[in-house]
């Protein structure tokens, strides 16, 4: 049987075709293989680059191959937070004819990081919360959506930056299934599989000495089903009012938004009586922020970066405004912005700079530096001061977190 390679048409696509299919994965030996940081894999698990992207390459049985494929590209295509799908690779056998397993090629996500690795920049302070928190928003994001992952592990997830929180990106679907609706059981034992794995995987860095003592792994596990508990009840839940009161829907939108997420769809039942309404979201989606900002801006970054953005987008209006004494449109606002202050930014880091933060999230860290920098002087400090002594004290001695090490270990 000839080697088959199904891949998604791109305007790049990946150049995939001289690699030695004929050997197992674990036995290449080729310039183009690369290190990266990852967390546990049961499958054998190597990194292949194309210029300056990076793929993964995952060798499993073909049916699981295809199947997991097929369904992160449905997961995708709901603009749900996962790696990205990009190719399958079957019909591989060696040069003796023995069968050898099918490939899943997935993009390589810049700038995510696995858990044990985060631990070992970062230390225990603070950033089990923030796992947990990102792994929750996740795990609704999915279940919202109809789809049971069936293995929510600290293990599975990837982790990028988020305006100094973690946002979490799944990067196994092995054992992902859609349902419409999904199955409150399906839900429930999800969840729960999900807090016995995030204890396992703490306490697996607990025997590698990575977690400090003061870090509770029981009450990380437990935090998961509570902050769970109630991200789902904001997003599903019913609101009854009466009818004089319907701006508590408004109120209700508004907090929705607050959270991140966009309502698209309301139910609306009146009672039998006509005097009281039950008001219950029917479809909601993350990405309020995130999409506003594209819309003004063209750029692609996470939702707390986002909103961190448009804050400073309006904090420029509202210095233009004062300045040249007339109130501009938000659009001529975030045209000015990008071109007078977040691109010049942008382009006096460093080349050798750049794979330590994202530019979103570098552009975050420069306004709490000058926040604190202004603090500390009793008066405002100037985007200038402020990057001079964020390139000069903070960044180059912040750690690389666009990992690609020179050669294979």
């Known amino acids: 049987m000839p080697v088959r390679l199904q891949f998604i048409a791109r305007k790049e696509p990946p150049d995939l075709l001289d690699l030695p299919w004929a050997t197992p994965l674990a036995e290449w030996d080729h310039p183009r293989l690369v290190r990266m940081a990852k967390g546990a894999s049961r499958h054998v698990v190597r990194f292949v680059a194309d210029g300056d992207r990076v793929y993964a390459l995952k060798e499993t049985v073909p049916a699981d191959a295809e199947r997991e494929y097929a369904m992160l590209r449905v997961l995708g295509e709901e603009n749900l937070p996962v790696v990205e799908a990009v190719g399958v ?114 306490l697996d860095l607990d025997a590698q000495g990575l977690l400090s003592p003061e870090v509770d792994v029981i009450e990380l596990a437990d935090l998961v089903e509570e902050r769970y508990t109630a991200l789902w009840a904001e997003l599903t839940s019913s609101l009854e009012v009466d009818v004089g009161e319907r701006h508590l829907i408004e109120g209700r939108i508004r907090r929705l938004n607050q959270l991140g997420f966009d309502v698209g769809e309301l139910i609306v039942e009146r009672d039998g009586a006509g005097d009281r309404l039950r008001v219950a979201p029917a479809l909601v989606e993350e990405g309020h922020h995130s999409r506003e900002l594209r819309r003004f801006t063209g750029l692609e970054v996470q939702e707390n970066q986002a909103r961190r953005l448009l804050n400073d987008i309006t904090a420029f209006g509202a210095f233009l405004a004062r300045v040249e004494g007339r109130q501009a449109p938000q659009a001529v606002v975030a045209a000015r912005w990008i071109a007078e202050v977040y691109e010049p930014i942008v382009e006096r880091i460093p080349a050798e700079l750049r794979d330590r933060r994202e530019p979103a999230e570098l552009f975050h860290e420069l306004l709490e530096h000058r926040y604190y920098l202004s603090e500390a002087a009793g008066h405002e400090v100037d985007n200038e001061t402020a990057l001079r002594s964020y390139l000069e004290s903070v960044l180059p001695f912040q750690p690389k977190e666009r990992v690609i090490f020179d050669d294979e270990e």
């Open 89 to 202: 690779v079957t019909g591989r056998e060696t040069a003796g004819g023995e069968p050898l397993g099918a490939m899943l090629v997935t993009r390589y996500l810049d700038f995510a990081l696995p858990y044990g690795y985060l631990f070992g920049l970062e230390g225990s302070y603070g950033l089990g919360h923030k796992l947990v928190d990102a792994a929750v928003v996740l795990l609704v994001r999915i279940h919202v959506e109809g789809f049971y992952w069936g293995d929510c592990s600290l293990a599975n997830l990837l982790f990028r930056r988020d305006a100094g929180t973690l946002m979490a990106y799944l990067v196994d679907a092995e054992t992902t299934e859609r349902h419409r609706p999904l199955p409150e059981g399906m839900r429930r034992s999800d969840l729960d599989l999900a807090r016995e794995n995030v204890a396992g995987g703490l």
